[in-house]
Structure formats: C-alpha cells, structure tokens
C-alpha cells in the first residue's frame, strides 16, 4: 500500500511560518548513533519507538542491503543517495505540480526516500523540525527527536510511527555552509524501514 505522508508534511513545511512554534513536541538530544530515539516518560511498547529493534533490523539486513546492485540518485543542491537498481522516480500525489521535491521509490512505491532543499533559509533550523513534528504529532502519530550527524552534517532527526499503518517516517533537517536547509526523508513498512534509513545515513552526500 503506498504511503501518501510525506507530501503533505513538506506542504506544510513550506506553508508555516517556523518562527514561534507554540507546542513544541519535546527538546532534541545529542544521541550517539543515528538510530537511537530519544524515549519519553511513557515506556507503553504500543507509543515508543524501540531502538534496540531497529538496531537489530538494520544489522540484520545490512548483509542483503549490501549485495544488492545500487545506482546514484539526486541532483545537485539536493543532495545524493545510493538506492538499489530497481528503485524508480516517484511523485506524490498529494504534492502540487509545480513541487520542486525529488523522491525515489521501491517498484511498489511503499518505501519512498524524499530530497527537498529550501535555499537562503533565513529562520531557525529547529523552528522548522518543531513545525514538522507537529504537523506529524497532529495525526495522533508517536513522534520523537534526535540530533545527529548527516553527511558530517549537524542535522535534527524526526521519528513517526504510524502504528494504524504499520508505517515509519524519519525526516533528516540540516542546514548547509550556504543557508540552505535540507530536507531528507526515509519511509516505509516497518519490516523494510531499516533498509531505507541505512540507506540515507550510509550514503547520502551532497556532491
């Protein structure tokens, strides 16, 4: 089943103005690896995202992510990313005609990994992934943040679970030595979503 998230959260971001975000989702913690998830108070299995589980998807499936045959895509500004051979182009159907994001999908278009970049950004970086988080938590969706590093890249992470789908949203925000904030963002089925986000963390670049 495709997911139809993405579009309308990056039409969101473009829409709000990120200064001021009243209801912030929680602070962002430095985290050691890029998979960890900061874990509130409620420990329910049902509203926290388990960091040793997909820990352990991704080492499971780093041996098959590995063998597979892979290709370089993105563009310029946008940054690139290696993607396996038989993922194609993808544009969601919630996003205008005119949208400038750049997407990359599986044959079946249920893991999905978006490119978007806002240039001469002039607002505040963690404004903009509060806004984010919101726009995700309003759909009753369990959401956390991390800081991490991307492409040696400060970068604010964003983690939605859509448990009624049996779907994952991770959204990367940094910002580069020319203004411009990045927009990079990994989803899909929870028994594949760790392919997708080693994807990003092991490949994305830049140049």
Not at 173 to 202: Q, R
Request: hydrophobic content about 35%.
């Amino acid at each position: 089943m495709k997911m139809r998230l993405i579009g309308l959260i990056i039409i969101a971001m473009t829409a709000l103005n990120f200064t001021g975000c009243s209801k912030k989702v929680e602070s962002f913690n430095t985290q050691d690896k890029n998979t960890e998830i900061v874990q509130e108070e409620n420990k329910d299995k049902n509203d926290v995202l388990e960091t040793e589980n997909l820990d352990e998807n991704k080492e499971n499936n780093a041996e098959e992510a590995s063998s597979e045959e892979t290709k370089k895509v993105g563009q310029d500004k946008y940054g690139f990313v290696q993607v396996p051979s038989s993922w194609v182009n993808f544009k969601d159907v919630d996003l205008p005609d005119d949208s400038k994001v750049i997407q990359y999908s599986d044959p079946l278009g249920s893991s999905i990994i978006t490119l978007n970049v806002i240039e001469n950004f002039d607002q505040n970086i963690e404004d903009a992934a509060q806004a984010t988080a919101q726009n995700i938590q309003s759909n009753g969706v369990n959401v956390k943040g991390a800081k991490v590093k991307i492409d040696n890249y400060d970068a604010y992470q964003i983690y939605g679970l859509y448990e009624d789908q049996g779907l994952m949203l991770i959204v990367w925000y940094f910002m580069d030595e020319n203004n411009n904030l990045h927009y990079v963002s990994a989803e899909g089925p929870l028994d594949t979503i760790s392919n997708v986000v080693a994807y990003v963390e092991k490949t994305y670049s830049l140049k």
